[in-house]
């Protein structure tokens, strides 16, 4: 019974460490980009509504709450923040004026460019250092992790 019970503490420790390595690890990639935001007045729910809107031009309010799994309330604000500083562009669906198309200005590419670029520099890197094998085992940790 007692080496089932060290042998739980010790899993319960692994477990510990790779928690404290995401909490380090989120730390450090988001770092540089809320830096960036807050001189903006922005914070990383922009950055999500960016990014978002940035990989899927003319993306719907209802795609982009179902992408970010937010309610219609919490995205409201920062969405309009974000059409008022210009740095998103909204226009009506070609075939239901109801339906609000959202995609990014100019300023809106520039901005999202530099925060996320900054993220993609630092896996670049980290991946280029452990290579294709390490980063696959990263990519299906973190997608078995992202399953509902």
């Given at each position: 019974m007692a080496d089932i019970n060290n042998s739980l503490l010790a899993r319960e420790d692994e477990l510990n460490q790779?928690?404290?390595l995401l909490h380090f690890a989120f730390r450090a990639v988001i770092a540089r980009p809320d830096a960036i935001l807050d001189s903006h007045?922005?914070?990383r729910v922009h950055h999500r509504i960016l990014y978002f809107v940035g990989r899927n031009p003319n993306l719907s309010v209802n795609d982009l709450l179902k992408i970010l799994g937010v309610s219609r309330q919490s995205l409201n604000g920062p969405l309009?923040?974000?059409i008022e500083m210009s740095l998103i562009q909204t226009e009506p669906d070609k075939h239901?004026?109801?339906i609000?198309?959202?995609s990014l200005s100019k300023s809106g590419q520039s901005l999202e460019t530099i925060l996320s670029g900054d993220q993609r520099q630092r896996f670049a890197k980290v991946f280029s250092e452990l290579g294709s094998k390490d980063e696959a085992a990263w990519r299906r940790v973190m997608a078995r992790l992202a399953e509902k």
């Open positions: 790779a928690l404290v007045g922005l914070s309009q923040q974000l239901d004026s109801r609000k198309r959202l």
